[in-house]
Structures are given as C-alpha cells and as structure tokens.
C-alpha cells in the first residue's frame, strides 16, 4: 500500500509531467519547425544547444538551474522586483528545470516529423491561396501526427523518471517537491525496500505502456492509407 506521502509524491509527479508536457509541445512545435526547415548558418549551434540535455549529466543542469533561479542569481533581483522571492525548491523550478532537461525528447521527434514531411505539400496549398496558419493545422499537423505521439510520450515519460535535475532545484519537499524517483530513493535509504518495489514496479509498468504505446500507435498510421 501506498503511504500518504508517497501518493503526494505520485500526483505531484504526474502534475510535474503533464504540465511540462504541454509547455514543451507549445514551445517545441515552432522551435521544431524552424529547425526543420531553417538555412541559417549557424543552426548547428542551436540544434546542438536543444541536444545538450541528452549527454549532460542531471546534476550538472540542475545546479546551473538552482544558481540562475536562486535569490542570489543573475535572475534574483529581476525576480525579486515583481515580488518573487527565489523559484528554488518550488514546484515551479521544477517545471523550469523539467522543461529545459525534457527539451531534446519533444523537439527532436517533432523536428524529425516536420523535415519528413517536406515543402512539396505546402507548396501546393500555397498555389491554392491557403494562408499560412490554415497549411499548419491542415496539412502539417495530420502529416506529423506520429511525431506528435512520440513527442508527447517521450517528454512525459523523461519527466516522470527525473531524479538529478528535481533533486538539485526543487529539493525534497514532501507534497511540493518531492516526485516519485526521490520518492524511491528515500524509502531504500531508509532500508524499505518493500515500499521502494511497489513505486519502481509501478514506473517500470508505466514505461513499458508508454512505449508499447507509442509502437502500436505509429505502426498503425503507417499502415493506414492515406
């Protein structure tokens, strides 16, 4: 059974992920598509800096993320003159630092999805007077659906299996801060290794579904006539 805390840690996991989910679908789509279809010349270094999070370990980001959100960081007396005190250790650090460590995994299946679907088909909507906004809903979004499933349950699924990042910004607040994975962490230091199963077992579980997911689902698009 599940202790109060640890369905605490459960929702607050969960709220962490779905909201850094859709940040990350709005701010990733035109990131993505620039990326996909962009001649600037130094797009590399963008494309590199979107990636970073791939290799860098959690902690490192995590720290950085503590220095410029703490009170004493470059962003401390910006935000202190609007009346915010640090966004350290609250749960909306946690969201600034899950979206920045969850990036590469929304952006990258998106930006893969867009260059896939080339400029032919918006050429054509172009010759037939569609505006620009209509093409994007019309054409791109249908064609680059798959991308948007794999996007979506990456970032969800990166999120939920933070521990490095949360640990460094956000702490363990019991009910704020604390998420599942420190949630585990915490009952195996305390030797409870019964309690430490039941939540790794659970993310474990909620993985693989995600995964098995994503296949069944774009498998199923690409066998389904367009």
Do not use: C
């Not at 970073?52 to 003159?81: A, D, K």
């Not at 867009?114 to 791109?140: H, K, N, Y």
């Amino acid at each position: 059974m599940l202790s109060e805390t640890d369905m605490l840690a459960l929702w607050t996991t969960l709220k962490l992920a779905g909201l850094t989910t859709v940040i990350l679908l709005l701010l990733g789509t035109p990131l993505a598509w620039w990326l996909a279809h962009s001649r600037f010349r130094y797009k590399v270094i963008v494309e590199a800096l979107v990636a970073l999070p791939l290799i860098l370990p959690p902690t490192v980001l995590g720290f950085y993320l503590l220095i410029m959100l703490g009170p004493n960081g470059p962003l401390g007396p910006l935000m202190q003159s609007i009346g915010i005190q640090s966004l350290a250790f609250t749960f909306t650090g946690l969201v600034i630092g899950s979206v920045f460590y969850s990036l590469p995994f929304v952006v990258q299946p998106l930006q893969n999805a867009f260059a896939a679907i080339g400029r032919r088909p918006l050429e054509v909507a172009a010759t037939l007077r569609a505006p620009p906004m209509d093409q994007f809903f019309s054409i791109v979004l249908p064609l680059a659906r798959p991308g948007y499933i794999t996007a979506a349950v990456l970032g969800f699924a990166h999120t939920v299996g933070e521990f490095g990042v949360v640990l460094m910004i956000g702490g363990n607040i019991p009910g704020e801060t604390q998420v599942l994975s420190i949630a585990i962490y915490d009952h195996v230091e305390a030797l409870e290794y019964g309690q430490a199963h039941v939540l790794s077992g659970g993310l474990l579980l909620l993985s693989f579904i995600l995964l098995l997911s994503v296949y069944t689902l774009n498998r199923r698009y690409r066998l389904t006539p367009t």
